[in-house]
């Protein structure tokens, strides 16, 4: 009979992080579980990949490894940031995000300036760990609302949020060492908008009461 291998609970913590995609349930310990919930649609986090995806290739055919470009869709508007030679390819660049069909809008923070180097990069990508991971232990929203995007130590932080939610993250990723600087691109609901407002429990997540001996 073959035994079944399963990931360390902080390993899966840090693949499901990583996922932009709707994760309804993640089981957190014996009777435990945290609801991790989208405020997108489906339709719509298909789009932000499928812009993502479309953006990224379109931006590789014209320049290969001319530029480094990093393309994050949430709620089809766009955040791009990197590196490029010159402005004429960061204008062409924004044109080519412009002309993908479901985008809403474009934010742009390239830098003409030498690309990255791997180790920045890797820095870069450990930031964002950090960051994420720091959301988990303050426990003050949920996580799955916040993207975090870190590009030469300056971290972005993009989702669907309640000014107190983005307040929160900000203040979490701002005193996460390494980090430069933090950027939002955040758009905002109320707490009693449909869209944001808070999930009551089921009865599967209640706090079960101990049994009377």
């Given at each position: ?28 310990g014996a009777g435990a579980a945290i609801g991790y919930e989208d405020r997108r649609t489906t339709g719509t ?169």
């Amino acid at each position: 009979m073959r035994k079944i291998r399963t990931l360390p609970f902080f390993l899966l913590l840090a693949v499901l992080l990583s996922l932009p995609g709707c994760l309804p349930v993640l089981v957190v310990g014996a009777g435990a579980a945290i609801g991790y919930e989208d405020r997108r649609t489906t339709g719509t986090m298909v789009e932000d990949e499928g812009i993502e995806l479309r953006a990224g290739n379109r931006i590789t055919e014209r320049f290969g490894d001319k530029v480094h470009v990093n393309v994050t869709s949430y709620n089809r508007s766009v955040l791009v940031t990197g590196e490029v030679p010159d402005e004429n390819a960061k204008a062409e660049i924004e044109k080519i995000l412009q002309a993908v069909s479901t985008v809403r809008s474009v934010t742009s923070d390239l830098q003409v300036a030498a690309l990255a180097s791997y180790s920045a990069r890797a820095n870069d990508a450990g930031i964002t760990g950090k960051v994420k991971a720091r959301f988990v232990d303050v426990g003050k929203f949920n996580v799955i609302h916040v993207r975090v995007v870190t590009e030469a130590s300056v971290v972005y932080l993009l989702g669907w949020v309640t000014e107190a939610e983005a307040n929160s993250a900000v203040d979490v990723a701002r005193t996460t060492g390494g980090v430069r600087k933090v950027v939002k691109v955040f758009e905002y609901c109320q707490p009693t908008d449909p869209v944001c407002a808070p999930r009551s429990k089921t009865k599967a997540e209640e706090p079960k009461k101990d049994a009377k001996k």
